[in-house]
Nanobody, 117 residues
Framework: QVQLVESGGGLVQAGGSLRLSCVVS????????LGWYRQAPGKQRELVADITSGGSTNYADSVKGRFTISRDNAKNTIYLQMNSLEPEDTAVYYCHVGDILRRMNYWGKGTLVTVSS
């Protein structure tokens, strides 16, 4: 059974920081690419950042220079360090994996990030 469990969301003032974590089980973590997505109220879900099995990273233009994605293969965990948060970053943040062996997409239940102005 594949599970993705996010944590670390919360309420923060503009300019503050948060670190999200996502623990993944049920897949061979180290061979898969993983990512963080977010969905703000009334908007479509969008990619925030992703990281390949080799450690290459990719970011949405809106978060470049402020957010950092990383992974710890020993802990089956990915992280999203979010600095200089803005009210526009308010959203539910989801962890995602496209399992290359099962050829299926899996999502966590999400963690809410609220940035007050």
């Amino acid at each position: 059974q594949v599970q993705l469990v996010e944590s670390g969301g919360g309420l923060v003032q503009a300019g503050g920081s948060l670190r999200l974590s996502c623990v993944v089980s049920g897949i061979i973590f180290r061979i898969n690419d993983l990512g963080w997505y977010r969905q703000a109220p009334g908007k479509q879900r969008e990619l925030v950042a992703d990281i390949t099995s080799g450690g290459s990273t990719n970011y949405a233009d809106s978060v470049k220079g402020r957010f950092t994605i990383s992974r710890d293969n020993a802990k089956n965990t990915i992280y999203l360090q979010m600095n200089s948060l803005e009210p526009e970053d308010t959203a539910v943040y989801y962890c995602h994996v496209g399992d290359i062996l099962r050829r299926m997409n899996y999502w966590g239940k999400g963690t809410l990030v609220t940035v007050s102005s």
